[in-house]
């Protein structure tokens, strides 16, 4: 059984910067991509950013310019580093992993952008 396990959510005034991390159980390697999606309450799960196994990120236009997906393969960990944040970016952020096979989760963690 594969787990993700994010970290680095937390309370920021807009305009400032935090960076998510999700570490996995195993080489992100072996996954077909990996994505981080967000849903703030009230509302659908959305796609915020993907990362392939070969390196290539995709991003929502809601995000891009902004946010930074990036991995260390050595720590089997990817992060998200989200600048210039906005009141619509709060939500709950999740890390996902995924083969032909299966998908997983992580847990999430609560991003608040307020003032």
């Known amino acids: 059984q594969v787990q993700l396990v994010e970290s680095g959510g937390g309370l920021v005034q807009p305009g400032g910067s935090l960076r998510l991390s999700c570490a996995a159980s195993r080489s992100i390697l072996s996954f077909n991509a990996m994505g981080w999606y967000r849903q703030a309450p009230g509302k659908e799960r959305e796609l915020v950013a993907t990362i392939s196994s070969g390196g290539s990120t995709n991003y929502a236009d809601s995000v891009k310019g902004r946010f930074t997906f990036s991995r260390d393969n050595a720590e089997n960990t990817v992060y998200l580093q989200m600048n210039s944040l906005k009141p619509e970016d709060t939500a709950v952020y999740f890390c996902?992993?995924?083969?032909?096979?299966?998908?997983?989760w992580g847990q999430g963690t609560q991003v608040t952008v307020s003032s």
């Open positions: 996902n992993a995924y083969t032909f096979m299966a998908a997983y």
